[in-house]
């Protein structure tokens, strides 16, 4: 086993790269980093929203009264690129209905309403997959799929589907993004000072299911502590050979996934494309942890670290939270407001969304909820007119023309700003940070993306609909044509006889159907001549 000075000096000797652009934000991480994961106490009310994923949100599988038990699966995934959702404790389903929920939209999803008893009584768990480098690595995914577990990170992309990359994709390099780049967030931080064992056990895991050449975990270098603490634990394991803890410089935002490629590969993605088309699979740390549950535990994704900071928050610290915990809930346990925020953030100041609705739950998704007080983030004032200086695209790291995708989306020529590879822009907020005329880019940018998801959407169904309609046309002009068919079918069946004239039947004499409807015709010529007969005579009667 390489000693801790070796690995050290192995990690320095790699080389880095630089992405464009970039900013230098105060990273205020301080606020909340210095104390111990503390685990907020269970509340009385779990809010378990169906869709706190990418992809189709789950379907219930309990109803209003079921009694549930912590880990218990109560949302089946709908379809492959979704994921399900267990109960965070045990207790009773008190209602499934729309509830207002943490999404940029502000809107209500639906979720299940659950009030806990107390008793936090587990459910029977999967049995532990400790010999999994002997299974298949479907029988694997699909224990991760089992619990749930989405990216970590943010994006909650399903990970059992960005751990099927394809047989036509071989990934030789599986990055563990501990970067952490947003300002004020710090549970990243703390879990890799306190579990960074559990961090590269999923590490071994994945890179098993990947069959991935090798790792690279990347940590921006204002966290020593996290760098030493992960280094020490590779060099407590066998890892070594294979996997790097790699320091990479401050910079935001080195933490995007393709700016963190770039950073410690070299490698470029695509436009449009993923890391698997050029062989490389990114996860967060947080993912890796919650892989390493499942599969060495049988554990679902039940609970998640969430920051809670800012200088409005009297106590910031870093919590584990059960999925469903209202916001309020972590807010009262780190003391409450020090003073009223001026805003209350979903997320970081460059990447996160006011919070309008304090009872909203905790996802998957969420990392961290900052309540800022106005000297932390002053009134800009009103957007003024832009000045053409080119700061956006200067500090932009995905290499875009920000000043042009703000005109086409302002204008709503939807067309040309995909010209301009609007989708390529990954919402970091740099460009709206340096803009001297204060304009809310971004906020055009997302304007503009939900507008065209929109009409794609739009779009499709309608291409549905005219397919449907067509192939309901199909049907029914098919059965007229085959009604016909049989029609005509009969007809001939009918006049071919006649035709022929009367066709001698078996035993010599006549046709049996011509005789029928010959003796018919007599039997009603019979009857005419009766009632004639009868009314001549009762003309001829004498009147009284």
């Excluded at 299974?135 to 099927?164: C, H, N, Q, T, Y």
């Excluded at 967060?284 to 535990?297: C, M, Q, Y």
């Excluded at 100041?349 to 919070?355: A, K, R, S």
Aim: charged share 25%.
């Amino acid at each position: 086993m390489p000693s801790l000075p070796l690995a050290l000096a192995r990690a320095q000797d790699e080389p880095l790269w630089t992405f464009h652009g970039g900013i230098h934000v105060p990273d205020e991480k301080a606020l909340s980093n210095a104390e111990p994961i503390e685990p907020l106490p269970l509340p009385a009310r779990l809010v378990i929203p169906l869709q706190q994923h990418i992809g189709a949100p789950a379907r219930p599988l309990v109803a209003v009264g079921d009694r549930v038990l912590k880990g218990q699966l109560i949302g089946a995934p709908e379809g492959y690129v979704s994921a399900p959702v267990h109960a965070s404790s045990s207790g009773r389903v008190a209602a499934i209905e729309e509830h207002p929920v943490a999404h940029p939209s502000n809107l209500s999803a639906p979720c299940i309403i659950i009030e806990t008893d107390g008793e936090d009584t587990w459910a029977k768990l999967p049995e532990p997959l400790t010999h999994y480098a002997q299974l298949d690595p479907a029988e694997l995914r699909e224990r991760i799929r089992w619990a749930g577990i989405v990216g970590m990170g943010g994006a909650s992309f399903p990970a059992s589907v960005k751990l099927s990359p394809g047989a036509d994709q071989r990934i030789r390099t599986l990055i563990i993004n501990g970067a952490e780049c947003e300002p004020y967030i710090s549970c990243d931080d703390r879990l890799m000072r306190e579990r960074a064992g559990r961090i590269l056990e999923g590490v071994r895991i994945m890179r098993h299911l990947l069959g991935a050449e090798r790792a690279i975990v990347g940590i921006e270098d204002n966290k020593p502590e996290a760098i030493e603490a992960m280094r020490l634990a590779l060099a407590d394991s066998d890892m070594d050979p294979w996997t790097r803890i790699q320091a990479i410089p401050t910079l935001y935002p080195s933490g995007g996934e393709k700016q963190l490629i770039r950073i410690l590969t070299g490698a470029e993605v695509p436009t449009r494309g993923i890391p698997a088309q050029i062989g490389i699979v990114c996860h967060n740390v947080g993912t890796a942890a919650a892989v390493a549950d499942a599969v060495l535990d049988g554990r679902p994704l039940i609970a998640r670290l969430v920051t809670v900071t800012g200088r409005a928050i009297a106590h910031p610290r870093n919590l584990e939270v059960p999925i469903g915990t209202p916001a309020e809930a972590l807010i009262n346990h780190c003391g409450g407001y020090r003073e009223p925020p001026r805003k209350l953030l979903c997320g970081g100041p460059m990447m996160g969304f006011t919070l309008e609705h304090i009872e909203a739950p905790i996802t998957k998704a969420l990392n961290c909820l900052l309540a800022l007080t106005p000297a932390e983030t002053p009134d800009p004032g009103a957007a003024r007119a832009c000045i053409r200086c080119g700061r956006c695209a200067d500090v932009c790291p995905a290499n875009l023309l920000p000043q042009q995708l703000y005109w086409y989306s302002r204008s709503r020529d939807f067309d040309r700003v995909q010209d301009y590879n609007l989708f390529d822009c990954i919402e970091c907020g740099c460009c709206a940070q340096v803009c001297p005329s204060h304009i809310p880019l971004v906020q055009y940018y997302r304007f503009a993306k939900q507008t065209i998801w929109a009409r794609e959407r739009e779009k499709r169904q309608s291409e549905l609909a005219r397919q449907r309609h067509a192939a309901k046309q199909e049907r029914l002009e098919r059965a007229e044509r085959e009604r016909q068919a049989r029609l005509r079918q009969k007809q001939a069946a009918v006049a071919k006889p006649a035709a022929n004239g009367a066709a001698p039947d078996a035993a010599g004499g006549a046709d049996p159907r011509q005789a029928a409807i010959a003796a018919a015709r007599e039997r009603a010529a019979a009857r005419k001549q009766a009632q004639a007969t009868t009314t001549a005579t009762a003309e001829e009667a004498p009147k009284e």
